[in-house]
């Protein structure tokens, strides 16, 4: 069951990508880094001591300790690259119509069917992504929904 491993384990090859390429885009300043995340971030802890939620899983509080993790990393990276021309932001879409629900256990997809007319479209959720793109002047390490 290689899916449920690596649900259960931190995911790390976005942070990882990103610093392979941050002498790139130093040199390509100005550029940005954009990073998603969600409004689960508050259902979120940091559990250093259990990271990988091998000893205590549960699929809300990896989700939102996921991304909690955006965006402190988002805004680690603000800090580090402050003056070098080099921006990040950390975007919350909204409540896309994604395929994450596949993965969602009867009670949440009961829930999911209530929420859906809120929800927004993959295009709707795509315009915070592409406004933080595009935006000339935007706060360093800001959170954006």
């Avoid at 596949?102 to 406004?131: C, D, E, S």
Wanted: hydrophobic content about 40%; some cysteine.
């Amino acid at each position: 069951m290689l899916h449920d491993v690596s649900v259960k384990h931190v995911d790390v090859g976005h942070f990882l990508l990103t610093f392979l390429l941050i002498e790139l885009l130093k040199r390509s300043a100005p550029s940005r880094i954009i990073n998603l995340s969600s409004m689960a971030h508050s259902w979120g802890t940091i559990r250093l001591d259990d990271i990988n939620s091998e000893r205590n899983y549960h699929s809300r509080r990896a989700y939102g300790q996921s991304k909690l993790a955006n965006i402190l990393f988002t805004r680690s990276l603000a800090r580090k690259l402050k003056d070098t021309g080099v921006t990040s932001y950390v975007v919350h879409p909204g409540i896309v119509r994604t395929e994450l629900k596949r993965h969602m256990n009867l009670g949440l997809l009961i829930m999911w069917k209530v929420v859906r007319p809120f929800t927004k479209t993959p295009v709707q959720g795509a315009q915070t992504t592409i406004y933080c793109s595009v935006q000339p002047e935007l706060e360093n390490g800001a959170y954006y929904r």
